[in-house]
């Protein structure tokens, strides 16, 4: 496949609408969308379908049975007959804390030096409107879009998409493509290319309760009573030892083992990012267990991880307070490689504490986790994407094995492909979020120029 085409055109208007194509990006950053705090999810759906109509393009809001609106709005074309499912959502992290944001807090969107600020400059809003202005410039110069659009938007991706499944399954038909993509996330610190990710990792996300007394009783009775913090800690060293191996038997199951493709591109992506640049912007001196070139890339990508998010137990106050707590809780991520299943993962999880004797830790699983999924670089959609990041950025892209939306992926398999355009230090789910400006309407040509290779890919 050609890595360019001709889309002079198409990239001209982008640049001359990009006064206009920035002032949308600032209305849309100043409506708070907070789906795990449920807050202006309905009037942002609504902001949206109207900037849609506005555009040009098709939009319409699909009720969910629980929460808030699907934006969904279809754009057919003549020139091909592949059709191009472009997955973004409109939610956005909660902010918090609010007292770290500078620039105005993070529904300002205020521009610094080229710089925009708010929560969800990058993720995802400015991917949002990269798939809307992409359509709009390619109606607005040829009178039409070079390969069938479907445009979904979401409103809970933050939050594990729990009724997005049941409106796939419920549409179907609605959905059906060629090919999905998602523009989310930046591209990679050093080359400044973007990420091309041919796959998906699931996550489990679990909590552990642990009790004991039936309330918290003084300490002198320690000798007595259970500490359910102390069985805490002693079941997650068996889960994870400080090689950071999991020890859940046979956790690594059928899990995906690089190919020979593969293993070119986790070389090709050790000899071009700049791990110096990504320890600083991570803000540690080594990376974790010494690795550092195409093995930390390796475990990046293909390693399955259990990740502590917290721990909450008992009383760290002021001053100090001699108590056995009755209960303690810690919360897990466990990233999951395909072909690695989040049901029988968590059944072997489940298994594994019982058979350790932690009769008295409970196992709580959130949500029905996606399963992960993993597609060919020989894919239409795979080879399509290469092509228009090596034509917008002047270089190939640097391709990843698979990345941190399934919930569609379950009703209706579409070959599928993540990949993002902001800068690097764009503060994803972290105060002061942020888009450079000259980014954002680069990936707005990175978008037009996806749908332009597609539609051109043969069958």
Known sequence: MSHSTNMQDIYDYIDNHAEEFVADLQRFVRQPSVS??????RDCAELLRGMMHDDGLPAELHETKDGPPVVFGEVKSNRSSKSL?????????????????SHGGPWSAEIVDGVLYGRGATDNKSGVLAF???AKAFLAVRGEVPVGLKLLIEGEEEIGS???GPWAEANKALLEADGMHCLDGSVEVGPEVPDVSLGLKSVLFVELV???????????????????VWDLVHCLATIMDRDRNILIENWAEGIYVPDADHEEFLKDKAARINFDLLREE???ERFALGRDGVDAVRARTYEPTANIQGIIAGYTGKGTKTIVPAEARVRLDFRLIPNIQPDVAAKKLRDHIKAQGFDNIE???????????????????????IAAAHEVYGEPPIVNGVSAEGAILRHVWIPCVLTGFANPGCNLHAPDENIHIDK???????????MEHFGRSER
């Open 210 to 228: 642990a009790r004991g007394a039936k309330t918290d009783v003084h300490s002198l009775n320690f000798p007595l009573v259970p500490n359910p």
């Open 363 to 385: 196992v709580r699983t959130f949500e029905r986790a996606e399963e992960p999924y993993k597609i060919s670089a020989k894919e239409d959609i795979s080879k399509s994407i």
């Open 132 to 134: 809307n202005k992409a």
């Open 440 to 450: 954002y309407i680069q990936g707005i040509k990175y978008a037009a120029a996806i």
């Open 282 to 284: 991570l803000g540690v």
């Open 162 to 164: 729990p009724n997005l």
């Open 85 to 101: 499912l472009c997955y973004s959502h409109y939610d956005v992290q909660p902010p918090e804390p609010i007292e770290a944001w």
């Open 36 to 41: 795990a705090q449920d807050i202006g999810l």
